[in-house]
């Protein structure tokens, strides 16, 4: 099966930079995108970032120009670099990583979609 080892996550002070990764094992999991949600106590999780097999990314309007994701198809991981940190990023972030899965009974590739186990964030003003 695969797992995905979340981590990077941490209290940080305003304006600090952090790095979130999600590196995917197990399986014959080709990683390709992922969805990056965060969410708050008490409220939905909200989609922060979207990075696309070809690369597209789409990001949540307040974190636009300070987080940015990325991907490495070699350690089979995904990233979120966030800069410029600001208290109301404070939250805990999940990576939904999305690639292709070699089903053995199958004998093809799927797609297939895996969540991290989440990773808080605090940030202090």
């Known amino acids: 099966q695969v797992q995905v080892l979340e981590s990077g996550g941490g209290s940080v002070q305003a304006g600090e930079i952090l790095t979130l990764s999600c590196v995917c094992s197990?399986?014959?999991?080709?990683?390709?995108?992922v969805n990056w949600y965060r969410q708050v106590s008490g409220k939905e999780r909200e989609l922060v970032a979207t990075l696309t097999p070809d690369l597209t990314s789409q990001y949540l309007d307040f974190v636009k120009g300070r987080f940015s994701a990325s991907r490495d198809t070699y350690r089979n991981a995904v990233y979120l670099q966030m800069r410029d940190l600001k208290p109301e990023d404070s939250a805990v972030y999940y990576c939904q990583v999305g690639g292709d899965l070699f089903v053995v009974p199958e004998n093809r590739y799927r797609r297939h979609q895996v969540w991290g186990q989440g990773t808080l964030v605090t940030v202090s003003s």
């Open positions: 197990g399986g014959r999991f080709k990683v390709d995108s």
